[in-house]
Every structure is written in C-alpha cells, then in structure tokens.
C-alpha cells in the first residue's frame, strides 16, 4: 500500500526567501502525485499534480514540484513566499487504479515579514 | 456560490449523542469522500462513493455511516458520538476523469465532542 511522508511538520520562512517543503512517498508501483494548500478556515484546493511526462510540475501561485522516482520524492518549491503563502501543505499519492489518495501528515508553512 | 458545500460549519455534541453532517455539490461529479483532519495526522479518508449505489469503507470508517441520497449529496453519521471523533471533517467530490483526477474539498465542518 502507498504512504506519504512529509519531512517538516512546520516550515518557517522570512518573506521573498525560497521554501522548499519535502515529501517522500512509498509504493511498489506506479503512482500520481499531488500537493494540496489549505489556507486558514478554508478546504484544500490543488496546487499541482504530477501524472506522466515532465518531472518538473509548475502551478499555481509560482510554485512548483520535481518528481523524483529514484529518491521516490516530490519536493515542492517556490523562489520567492509571500505573506499570503501562510497555510498548509499537504503531499499526496494515488496509485495508478487504486482511485483513492492518501494524505500525508501536512507542513504549516510560516512566513515571517 | 460555492461547488462544495457542508452543514453545519460548526458543530457541539455530547457523547453518545447521533448527528449527521452533510455535503452537497453543484459539480456534477460521480465521485464523493469523506475525510477528517486531525493535527499531526493529515486527512484520513472515512468513506467514499463512486455513484449513488456504491459506498466504500475507508482506512478509519469504525464509528461512522454514510448515506447517498442522490449524486449531489453524501452525508455522514456519527451514530453514538465519542471525544475522538472531535477532528475536522471534509467532504470532497471528483469527476472520473480516468487519470489522476483532482479532488474539490469542501470547507469542512468543524465537530467538537464532548
């Protein structure tokens, strides 16, 4: 069965500084992979996915994700936070076919002025 | 207006009481899950369902039931409530597109047991 591990459990950063939120998945196939934002009071919205193709997965709000099968990660970056960035990132896996997705633990991302 | 939409927003209970949360969506999708978020632990997924006769057991479903009455609505029961269930609860919907598909989220409702 599939599992998500996400590193950090809180990422604080100062303003226009880089982040980088780690996520490792486990699974003896093939896999989709997602990173879901959740900000304060609010669902979680999709901010990329990676099903086939490039490794390098671009969404929204300038982030982006590199798909690495042979570290079995999916790190997500962004250049530059902003204030507005302040939420919760959750990874998240789906095995080709298993039409379910499993979460990871979730990173709080902090943004210092 | 909203795709997703649950009620109450907010909800307090004492043990052993039943309630029902419910989720609606004006998407169109076939496919609705229910999740609840505990600090630490990420989403857990409780039940899901693919069309109006199909309901599936999720990794934690001991506690609760699930009920579609059409394929815009999929509510969940707490039949005897208990301080664990307290959590954040979020419904989701998915179309079957076939590869990857995203999920839309719900605000979630926020359930206190005491």
């Known amino acids: 069965a599939q599992s998500v591990t996400q590193l950090d459990s809180q990422v604080p950063v100062f303003e226009e500084a880089p982040v980088e939120l780690r996520c490792n998945y486990s699974?003896?196939?093939?896999?989709?992979l997602f990173w879901y934002v959740q900000y304060p009071n609010q669902g979680l919205q999709l901010l990329l996915k990676?099903?086939?193709?490039?490794?390098l997965v671009k969404g929204i709000n300038g982030f982006e994700a590199e798909f690495n099968k042979s570290q079995t990660s999916f790190h997500l970056r962004k250049p530059s936070v902003h204030i507005s960035d302040t939420a919760e990132y959750f990874c998240a896996v789906s095995e080709q076919g298993a039409q379910k997705l499993v979460f990871g633990q979730g990173t709080r991302l902090t943004i210092n002025p | 207006d909203a795709d997703v939409t649950q009620t109450p927003r907010n909800r307090i209970t004492k043990t052993g009481k039943r309630i029902m949360l419910e989720c609606s969506q004006t998407?169109?999708?076939?496919?609705m899950y229910w999740y609840r978020q505990d600090p630490g632990l990420g989403l857990r997924l409780i039940y899901y369902s693919f069309d109006v006769k199909d309901i599936n057991k999720g990794e934690i479903s001991d506690g609760y039931s699930v009920s579609r009455q059409a394929q815009a609505k999929f509510s969940l029961s707490l039949e005897s409530a208990i301080p664990n269930q307290t959590a954040l609860y979020f419904c989701?919907?998915?179309?079957?597109?076939?590869?990857?598909?995203?999920?839309?989220f719900g605000p979630g409702t926020r359930l206190l047991v005491l």
């Open positions: 990676y099903l086939s193709g490039s490794t």
């Open positions: 998407k169109g999708h076939d496919r």
């Open positions: 699974s003896s196939v093939s896999v989709y």
């Open positions: 989701a919907t998915s179309d079957f597109g076939g590869l990857g598909e995203t999920q839309y």
